[in-house]
């Protein structure tokens, strides 16, 4: 018994109760009661621990106290409470003005569009060596001379980039203008309308910025209206790159770079390296082969790096060939050789040329080549 008054003693530790523990604890030391030993004892027990329970003081729910004032702890757990509450608003702020501004943009398409060309054209180029070397053949080495001319005139502004100036010039102009009457401006000025103020063009700008007598080179060309690809001058903004297409039946047309679709296609000049020969020799050679004699043309190279190399497998047909015989294919390495002045004129094994910006290029090989080929040209070339 004396066990079970200590037992209720320390679940009641405290000098005040409320009615609704004690009826609790009561049924709850009645039922432990009565599943150790009998009823008549149980009844007995029951009465004997009334008396330590009646000295315990009874608070009815009616009865407040009065709040107790903070500590310092409780204190802090209240501001750091409401600095994370501010933290929270921001955050859902940011993500909801982030969406908002993202709402018609799709992040990473063309970071994923070249991931996916780049590591297949990777995997597809060491594929390509591993066979050559279990097969113990040999690549024949192959230049590509890739010839540019650079841009005459500067590029063309994008639309809002002329809306965003031409009004910081109306502004500036008429921004601080009054209307007549108003002792803020004495001496009112007649205000353009907006619509003739943005008549003026930047050539316009330009004959009044130049000296009398010079007169600024058109942006579009006669050849750009007539469609003379054969012309550099034509696209004079963009960088120009020459194209050729061989006569059939000439050994750069049995190229195994040159993947054909029922005829020849569109490429840059390339020749096979000699032996003893740089591949930067190699590149400049190209011309003399390609052009006609006395034709002078001045070139030069901004390094000796190629820009890019390239495995390219013969088919059965052309492994079958005497000249191709102990070669898998050919490595093919892309110089950048750069147009000063002059023209060309094309030999004989030269069917035909054209002179064609990045974007005309990229839509030849795709027709002509595939899409891979497309995707090389497009990472490789300058617009």
């Not at 060309?221 to 550099?232: F, H, R």
């Not at 040329?353 to 839509?363: K, N």
Request: proline share 5%; with cysteine; charged share 30%.
């Amino acid at each position: 018994m004396s066990k079970f008054i200590s037992t209720v003693s320390r679940r009641i530790g405290s000098s005040y109760i409320a009615k609704s523990q004690l009826v609790w604890h009561s049924n709850e030391m009645l039922f432990n009661t009565a599943a150790a030993v009998s009823l008549s004892s149980s009844s007995s027990s029951f009465l004997n621990i009334a008396s330590p329970l009646q000295q315990h003081q009874i608070r009815t729910f009616s009865e407040s106290s009065s709040p107790k004032p903070l500590t310092p702890y409780y204190e802090k757990k209240k501001k750091d409470k409401e600095y994370r509450r501010q933290v929270y608003d921001r955050r859902m702020a940011n993500k909801l003005k982030k969406q908002l501004y993202q709402k018609h943009r799709i992040k990473g398409v063309r970071k994923k569009r070249f991931n996916d060309w780049f590591f297949k054209y990777i995997e597809d180029q060491d594929y390509h060596i591993g066979q050559a070397l279990d097969e113990n053949l040999d690549m024949r080495v192959r230049v590509v001379s890739v010839l540019q001319r650079e841009p005459i005139v500067t590029h063309d502004r994008p639309q809002w980039e002329v809306d965003f100036d031409q009004l910081t010039q109306y502004l500036s102009q008429y921004g601080l203008t009054f209307p007549p009457g108003t002792d803020l401006s004495p001496d009112p000025v007649d205000v353009i309308p907006q619509e003739e103020f943005y008549k003026m063009t930047d050539e316009d700008l330009y004959h009044k910025l130049l000296p009398k007598g010079l007169v600024p080179m058109p942006r579009i060309t006669e050849d750009d209206e007539a469609g003379n690809v054969k012309s550099m001058n034509r696209k004079l903004p963009l960088r120009l790159y020459l194209t050729t297409k061989f006569v059939a039946g000439t050994e750069k047309d049995k190229s195994s770079d040159e993947k054909k679709k029922g005829g020849n296609v569109w490429t840059f000049p390339s020749t096979i390296a000699k032996e003893n020969e740089t591949m930067l020799d190699a590149a400049l050679r190209v011309f003399a082969e390609t052009l006609a004699p006395g034709k002078e043309l001045e070139t030069w190279s901004p390094g000796t790096c190629p820009m890019v190399a390239a495995v390219v497998p013969y088919s059965e047909s052309e492994r079958a060939l005497p000249q191709n015989a102990g070669y898998y294919g050919e490595k093919l390495f892309y110089f950048r050789i750069q147009c000063d002045s002059g023209d060309i004129k094309c030999t004989k094994a030269v069917q035909d040329y054209a002179w064609l910006s990045r974007a005309e290029m990229v839509e030849k090989a795709r027709d002509e080549q595939g899409d891979d080929a497309a995707m090389l040209l497009e990472y490789l070339l300058v617009e």
